[in-house]
């Protein structure tokens, strides 16, 4: 049995729980189960995979006492890896993924599967060590720099976050692409000269994406274009919100995904440097732009300089990318008078999503897990 540790299970929103949930739909290379220690992720199953969930139950209520609430961090800490070891050994767990986005899972999940003497593997969707701030953010470095060099397996999903590992701990991570939910080969659909011209965003919305939304927002009067906006994120408080060329609406299902990429013109890939974030930034890879690559349609993405998004996109020259507010305006003012190159950018693009594929980056998945079970 493998066991994901996350702090959102499938079929959750979040970005990390979407991911494992496309590379475990179908997967039959090994069995396994999800633990989770947040349970409002752990009660969303509107499309629940076939696997057994579990909860490691907050023993102590949060509060806003500084010291009581550095105290109950810590007895939190000692309680989750127990607990865990615990799960472990009844569960007859014999290797244990931890996934990033919460700030003790890493310490827990390695603690309780060195007590049990369980593969420890280590699956970073985010930079660890750069996605906090404040205390979080010294008890994210500490733990992080001693945990992640003793790691089994470390998986990520870009060269980015790869190379920044090998030259901070000199280890050679595993490569697994945050894969595409298109399940059909879509057509090349070029941008004709026209007066109605829809863009598309689907997904959350934080400081890093609500930006770029922003500059965007600012620029659909003068065009005429329109922005629909499909997410399970707050955006209430967004000047976007009131803007009345962007339409606001929930989430849709996975399945429903490649329908509504082909009911818009272009697909919009957002992505700002905030204060606290840049590191992180530079490093994301956004769970979407696999299916966005995949559809068929002209990408826009708004993301900054040298980022691994930016660096990507415009190597395959597969969309257009912009890195400043002159830029974006400019190539949304091409779009609407028909620009000549659109045909291009989309073979490229459907060309680099096979590297996206849920078919290669599953079997990818299954290979390490099942050489870490072997060597354990």
Request: glycine share 4%; proline share 4%; charged share 25%.
């Amino acid at each position: 049995m493998i066991a994901f540790f996350s702090e959102a299970l499938p079929p959750s929103p979040n970005g990390n729980a979407v991911m494992l949930h496309r590379l475990l739909k179908n997967n039959e290379g090994f069995d396994y189960c999800f633990i989770s220690s947040y349970e409002e992720f752990y009660k969303t199953k509107s499309e629940p995979l076939p696997c057994e969930h579990y909860y490691l139950h907050e023993p102590i209520r949060e509060s806003r006492c500084f010291v009581f609430a550095i105290l109950r961090s810590v007895f939190r800490i000692i309680y989750s890896v127990f607990s865990l070891a615990k799960l472990i050994k009844s569960k007859k767990i014999e290797l244990l993924v931890v996934c990033t986005g919460d700030l003790i899972g890493i310490p827990v999940g390695y603690l309780a599967s060195r007590i049990k003497k369980k593969p420890f593997v280590l699956y970073m969707f985010d930079d660890y060590l750069e996605q906090w701030s404040g205390l979080r953010a010294c008890f994210a470095r500490y733990s992080g720099r001693f945990i992640i060099p003793k790691a089994d397996v470390v998986i990520v999903p870009n060269e980015f976050i790869k190379n920044k590992l090998d030259n901070q701990f000199g280890i050679d991570c595993e490569l697994v692409r945050n894969p595409s939910c298109a399940t059909t080969k879509a057509e090349v659909n070029i941008i004709t000269i026209q007066e109605n011209i829809n863009i598309l965003y689907t997904g959350a919305i934080y400081d890093a994406q609500a930006r770029a939304i922003e500059e965007l927002s600012m620029c659909l009067k003068e065009t005429g274009f329109k922005l629909n906006i499909f997410t399970s994120s707050d955006v209430s408080d967004y000047k976007f919100f009131q803007n009345e060329n962007v339409s606001i609406m929930p989430f849709v299902k996975q399945s429903e995904l490649e329908e509504l990429h082909q009911q818009n013109d272009i697909l919009f890939l957002p992505l700002c440097k905030t204060s606290n974030l840049d590191s992180v930034i530079m490093t994301a890879a956004p769970g979407k732009m696999g299916e966005y690559l995949a559809s068929g349609k002209i990408i826009l993405a708004f993301v900054p300089e040298n980022c691994f998004v930016d660096f990507l996109l415009k190597k395959h020259e597969a969309a257009l990318v912009c890195n400043t507010l002159k830029e974006l305006r400019d190539e949304l003012l091409s779009c609407k008078e028909g620009r000549q190159d659109q045909g291009r950018l989309i073979m490229n693009a459907l060309e680099l999503s096979q590297e996206f594929s849920i078919e290669i980056n599953m079997l990818k998945l299954n290979t390490v897990i099942l050489r870490s079970v072997v060597v354990k």
